[in-house]
């Protein structure tokens, strides 16, 4: 029996991919269903208001959405979902990011968008605050995630010893 998708990962260009299988790879790890799809906020937004408006309804619980330039992909799923929506910022040849970074975090009073840092780095955090948000309520995955953060001081020991 396939599990149904808990977390619907979004991405504004088939080039955002490479970055946001970072994101799709944390939540194999862990055996967390996922969709993936692509859905642009300025070339598709009667799909993305589509796919957002009725994403709750099929289950998931938190949207990712990763996107660059004029990234206005998870702030237009915000304003379509009571959700919680995590954007990642791509990094753009032109500014390094930084113009994705200022739209995906820039948000105005009463549409939250959390957001990540840039990048590859950007996209797995995302996965794991997705897990974190799922874990609120699923014991199964909170043991996963103080397994994860006690792996994480135990590699920074290691390395420590190796100086």
Excluded: W
């Excluded at 909170?142 to 190796?162: A, C, D, G, S, T």
Aim: charged share 25%; glycine share 8%; proline share 3%.
């Amino acid at each position: 029996m396939k599990k149904s998708a808990v977390i619907a990962i979004l991405m504004g260009s088939d080039s955002d991919l490479e970055v946001m299988r970072e994101t799709s790879k944390v939540l194999e790890e862990n055996g967390v269903a996922y969709e993936m799809k692509i859905l642009s906020a300025h070339r598709s937004p009667d799909d993305v208001a589509r796919f957002t408006k009725s994403a709750r309804g099929k289950g998931f619980k938190v949207i990712i959405a990763g996107a660059g330039g004029a990234a206005h992909l998870a702030g237009v799923i915000a304003s379509h979902t009571t959700l919680p929506v995590i954007g990642v910022p791509m990094e753009s040849k032109e500014l390094k990011g930084l113009d994705s970074l200022l739209s995906t975090i820039q948000m105005p009073s009463g549409v939250p968008v959390a957001t990540v840092s840039i990048g590859k780095s950007g996209a797995k955090n995302a996965g794991i605050l997705a897990l974190e948000i799922l874990s609120l309520h699923d014991v199964r995955l909170e043991k996963q995630l103080v397994k994860f953060k006690k792996e994480l001081v135990k590699n920074i020991r290691k390395k420590n010893k190796n100086i």
